[in-house]
């Protein structure tokens, strides 16, 4: 029962933040606008068919997040804690996967994430979905990837500290990661150029992790620099969300964390945009270049997954649970997982309704 409640306030939780927990990255806003823009990197002969179903491309950019709950062994593919290896540039670690499962084994391996090695992997799957022009392989492995590529751009996917909840900073996984780029996501520029070719996909996925990483000091400092100069009520303030009150952090603090970033989130969602499309690209490329034409006429039928029926259960036990229920729960037992967002609670599913109202509000200005 214990466990049951758990998953149903975990997802009630996921339902609200989208924030706070290790295998998130970047809000389902920004996902879903990496994706989106990475499309137009590509290529004349691969950009109508991807354009045709951009819909497709944007909505699915969640997808990975939506399954961690229902399927086993997908939370580690969202990030690695390269500083449990370590120091910089954590030589320990085998690039390759055979070799790293030899030295460190895999349960190691899994336990601090595999996000280099899962790009890699869906990568491979990528090509041979093009292989066999299969548009609803192609699109759905595109999604993904998309995902895992973002999420490897992201610096707190690259730490055990991916909270900060080690260095007294809770919350700031979904400061950076969510509330920085929603309110100040409009004014980014996303047209980041022609998609390149990659010579060595896995080589690129480190290259990532490894330049992600050496943000932390920056995206850790300056909010603790900041922190001193503010008191609480200052840093924090609430915000209805539906028929809720959210302690968020303030506008103030977050303009003023933005300021001192200096355009770190928005380089990092330009980077997220360009290396997604590159390996669209890649796949593509090695794939052979098929033509994607006879596929444009192919009504792509979103099937839903397995793991989608077992949410819709998990849902359903949570819209009975309300959201009362869970901000009434006692939040102190479960401090192990990563969902519980500790200091930054919690509204109501409204929240997800609103941002998903607000990426329509941006969809619908952007011309394509
Ligand atoms: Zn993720």
Redesign the pocket.
């Known amino acids: 029962m214990r466990n049951r409640m758990n998953k149903i306030l975990l997802l009630v939780g996921f339902l609200i933040l989208g924030t706070a927990t290790k295998?998130?990255?970047?809000g389902f806003w920004a996902?879903q606008r990496i994706n989106r823009m990475a499309i137009f990197t590509l290529p004349p002969e691969m950009l109508k068919f991807y354009k045709k179903n951009i819909e497709y491309i944007t909505d699915h950019a969640?997808d990975?997040?939506k399954r961690?709950y229902a399927v086993d062994g997908e939370a580690p593919?969202?990030?690695i804690d390269l500083d449990h290896y370590g120091e910089y540039p954590f030589q320990m670690v085998p690039r390759k996967w055979k070799t790293a499962v030899d030295v460190l084994t895999e349960d190691t391996l899994v336990s601090y994430g595999i996000v280099p090695w899962h790009i890699q992997k869906d990568y491979y799957r990528l090509v041979d979905a093009f292989r066999a022009c299969d548009a609803y392989r192609i699109l759905k492995i595109s999604a993904d990837l998309g995902?895992?590529v973002?999420?490897s751009n992201v610096p707190l996917?690259t730490t055990e500290n991916y909270n900060g909840q080690m260095t007294g900073q809770k919350g700031i996984h979904g400061l950076w990661e969510s509330r920085i780029p929603e309110i100040f996501g409009m004014k980014y520029n996303f047209f980041v150029g022609q998609a390149k070719y990659e010579t060595d996909v896995l080589e690129e996925a480190w290259k990532t992790v490894l330049e992600s990483h050496l943000c932390l000091d920056t995206v850790f400092g300056l909010e603790k620099s900041l922190t001193e100069t503010m008191p609480s009520d200052m840093k924090y303030s609430f915000e209805s969300r539906g028929n809720m009150n959210m302690k968020v952090y303030s506008q103030e603090f977050c303009t003023r964390y933005h300021d001192e970033l200096n355009h770190m989130v928005e380089r990092r969602m330009r980077t997220s945009v360009m290396r997604v499309g590159m390996i669209w690209y890649t796949a593509w490329v090695d794939a052979g270049q098929p033509d994607l034409r006879p596929l444009l006429d192919k009504e792509v039928v979103d099937e839903p997954e397995k793991y989608e029926e077992k949410l819709k259960i998990i849902d359903r036990e949570a819209s009975g649970a309300g959201a009362t229920g869970y901000l009434n729960h006692d939040h102190s037992h479960d401090r192990k997982h990563p969902c519980e967002v500790e200091d930054l609670p919690v509204a109501t599913t409204a929240a997800l309704v609103m941002e998903s109202a607000l990426w329509r509000k941006w969809a619908s200005q952007e011309s394509n």
Do not use: L, M
């Open positions: 295998s998130f990255a970047w996902h969640v990975p997040d961690r593919r969202h990030y995902h895992y973002g999420d996917h």
